[in-house]
């Protein structure tokens, strides 16, 4: 399997613009997780979803954030408008859904490097 | 809600010594833990996930123990190499969602 592939692999965009930051999860993962990681804050979770469907997003910081994922190989992370104190990089990481007292490990993909300046 | 804290934010050390990473977490109601090595510009690598009725797990020079009750985690290196210089980060796991510390920075110096 390739892994959990993210585009792009850096994104350099001025203040106001929109950036979509997109993810595919490995095959046969159904939970997905988008993560932003900063010098100060260290890993967040921002949203994570299972069977496509989001279950807790409370690590969105603003309404300027949204996610999606339309089918069980692709999710998108959008911004909108972009500010300077989104610059980041964020993960996407996948999955096998937990249950019946069973969980898994995560893999991550290798991120994007998100600059707004 | 959880909170990791490692310890030490940072080691240096020889090449060929043995060393302990540590990991503390607040709410010992988890589902496993994951260590996690992170090169500098890199994502995330799983290096052992450990579950909550596990109390060690191995992988080659790695030993990965757990103590769920006290909310500890060890994360063993033997005979280090330069090659495992990089970040490595704890990570308990709740129902779905993993919690990061911040992270313990080695450097092996050949």
């Known amino acids: 399997d390739a892994g959990v592939i993210q585009s792009p692999r850096h994104e350099v965009t001025e203040m106001g613009q929109e950036v979509t930051l997109r993810c595919k999860p490995i095959?046969?993962?159904?939970?997905l997780f988008w993560y932003r990681q900063t010098m100060m804050r260290g890993l967040e979770l921002l949203i994570y979803?299972?069977?496509?469907?989001?279950?807790?997003d409370s690590g969105m910081p603003e309404d300027r954030f949204s996610a999606k994922m339309p089918n069980a190989s692709f999710s998108t992370l959008k911004i909108q408008p972009s500010e300077p104190r989104d610059s980041a990089v964020y993960f996407c990481?996948?999955?096998?859904?937990?249950?019946?007292?069973?969980?898994?490990?995560?893999?991550f993909g290798p991120g994007t490097r998100l600059t707004v300046t | 809600k959880q909170e990791v804290t490692q310890i030490p934010a940072a080691l240096s050390v020889p090449e060929g010594e043995n060393l302990v990473l540590n990991c503390s977490f607040t709410?010992?109601?988890?589902?496993?833990l994951q260590w996690f090595r992170q090169d500098p510009g890199k994502g995330l690598t799983s290096l052992l996930l450990?579950?909550?009725?596990?109390r060690e797990q191995t992988s080659g020079r790695l030993n990965a123990s757990l103590d769920k009750s006290s909310g500890r985690s060890t994360l063993y290196i033997a005979a280090s190499q330069p090659g495992d210089s990089a970040t490595y980060l704890c990570?308990?796991?709740?129902?779905?969602?993993?919690?990061f510390g911040k992270g313990t920075m080695l450097l092996v110096s050949p």
């Open positions: 990481a996948s999955s096998r859904m937990p249950g019946q007292g069973n969980s898994y490990e995560q893999y």
């Open positions: 095959s046969g993962h159904n939970s």
């Open positions: 979803f299972n069977n496509n469907v989001p279950i807790d």
């Open positions: 709410d010992s109601a988890i589902y496993n």
């Open positions: 450990i579950q909550s009725s596990q």
């Open positions: 990570a308990p796991l709740g129902y779905s969602t993993l919690t």
